[in-house]
Nanobody, 128 residues
Framework: QVQLVESGGGLVQAGDSLRLSCAASGRTSSIYFMGWFRQAPEKEREFVAAISWSGDTTLYADSVKGRFTISRDNAENTEYLQMVSLKPEDTAVYYC?????????????????????WGQGTQVTVSS
């Protein structure tokens, strides 16, 4: 019911910036939150950031606070992740995700299981 298409990944040097995009289509009116997760080789998929569909609530992992900014463009139904001061440890496949129902408990909207739809992933590689 919701399709997510990601773009914007690439190869950059430490300290550079990238902006990832996630275009949502289908029944976008059902989306409560959209998020970004990332998965590095031999690591579990981890939460990066999330934003309410209205854009008035944002959440960030401690590892990216102050460097990454999540935002939405309502007209384009697109979620963005602006990444600055990139570090080699940011290297991962980044996934866009959509939640279509409220979640409960500690860390709500910060867990992989809180999201029902996922993009295909886009590779971000940061060289040193």
């Amino acid at each position: 019911q919701v399709q997510l298409v990601e773009s914007g990944g690439g190869l950059v040097q430490a300290g550079d910036s990238l902006r990832l995009s996630c275009a949502a289509s289908g029944r976008t009116s059902s989306i409560y939150f959209m998020g970004w997760f990332r998965q590095a080789p031999e690591k579990e998929r981890e939460f990066v950031a999330a934003i309410s569909w209205s854009g008035d609530t944002t959440l960030y992992a401690d590892s990216v606070k102050g460097r990454f900014t999540i935002s939405r463009d309502n007209a384009e139904n697109t979620e963005y992740l602006q990444m600055v001061s990139l570090k080699p440890e940011d290297t991962a496949v980044y996934y866009c995700a959509a939640n279509v129902g409220s979640c409960r408990g500690y860390g709500c909207y910060e867990k992989q299981r809180d999201y029902m739809y996922w993009g295909q992933g886009t590779q971000v590689t940061v060289s040193s």
